[in-house]
């Protein structure tokens, strides 16, 4: 079974609007952190947001909010007011257990498509 | 903020060459790093973990004699493929994360894209 899902190959969103993009995880573990990260055509992984088990709030970061929804395994990703700039393929991404030192396991990604 | 180093970023090479790719940790030790790699349009995969001054762990299916993996120092993990052939093209990507609290994310190279004709 995978460990991250994300169901959605693309999206399309015009400008200045919001976007929610789908992350459900499956681990057994009561530790583990939840990541968000944007790779442009250009290749690099741009970390955006995180959000660990415990945390009560969900985390917020400018216009990247994480909607954290524990019981249903899901760590959706709001992008508000979108930018052409937010054009990318964006990873959603586990790190299981308490330590900090194991590696992190991706989705599928989605393509984000920002038009004008 | 801590950053990732990679070199090179893009390598064009015959077949049956041996290809050394270099991740270092520019303002943080790391003793543990992360190698990826990644298809066109695909999720990153991990290939193994490299820990400073031990040999690396290797995901299953990943050829230990293959890609060579050394960890010599908290701030360097070298990659090399070796004998690459047109099979092994591909982008990969390094990561590294600075010691901390549990919520620090990893740091990523800007990756190597492999060309083997």
């Known amino acids: 079974a995978q460990k991250i899902t994300q169901t959605q190959p693309g999206m399309f969103v015009q400008e200045k609007e919001a976007v929610t993009l789908d992350c459900t995880y499956d681990t057994s573990d009561q530790s583990y952190g939840l990541f968000w990260y944007k790779q442009p055509s250009s290749g690099e992984m741009i970390f955006l947001i995180y959000?660990?088990?415990?945390?009560?709030q969900n985390a917020t970061e400018g216009r990247y909010s994480l909607n954290f929804q524990k019981a249903r395994k899901s760590a959706n990703l709001v992008i508000s007011a979108s930018q052409l700039g937010d054009s990318a393929m964006y990873f959603c991404?586990?790190?299981?257990?308490?330590?900090?030192?194991?590696?992190?396991?991706f989705g599928k990604g989605t393509t984000l498509s920002v038009s004008s | 903020g801590a950053v990732v180093s990679q070199h090179p970023s893009r390598v064009i090479c015959k077949s049956g060459t041996s290809v050394k790719i270099e991740c270092r940790s520019l303002?943080?030790?790391?003793?543990?790093m992360f190698w990826y790699r990644q298809f066109p349009k695909q999720s990153l995969m991990l290939m193994a973990t490299s820990n400073e001054g031990s040999k690396a762990t290797y995901e299953q299916g990943v050829e230990k004699d293959k890609f060579l993996i050394n960890h010599a120092s908290l701030t360097l993990s070298t990659l090399t493929v070796t004998s690459a052939h047109p099979e092994d093209s591909s982008f990969y990507i390094c990561?590294?994360?600075?010691?901390?609290?549990?919520?620090?994310?990893?740091?990523f190279g800007d990756g190597t894209r492999l060309s083997i004709l």
């Open positions: 303002d943080f030790q790391a003793t543990t």
């Open positions: 959000q660990g088990s415990y945390d009560e």
């Open positions: 991404a586990m790190r299981e257990g308490p330590q900090a030192g194991t590696a992190l396991i």
């Open positions: 990561s590294a994360r600075d010691r901390g609290g549990v919520n620090q994310p990893q740091h």
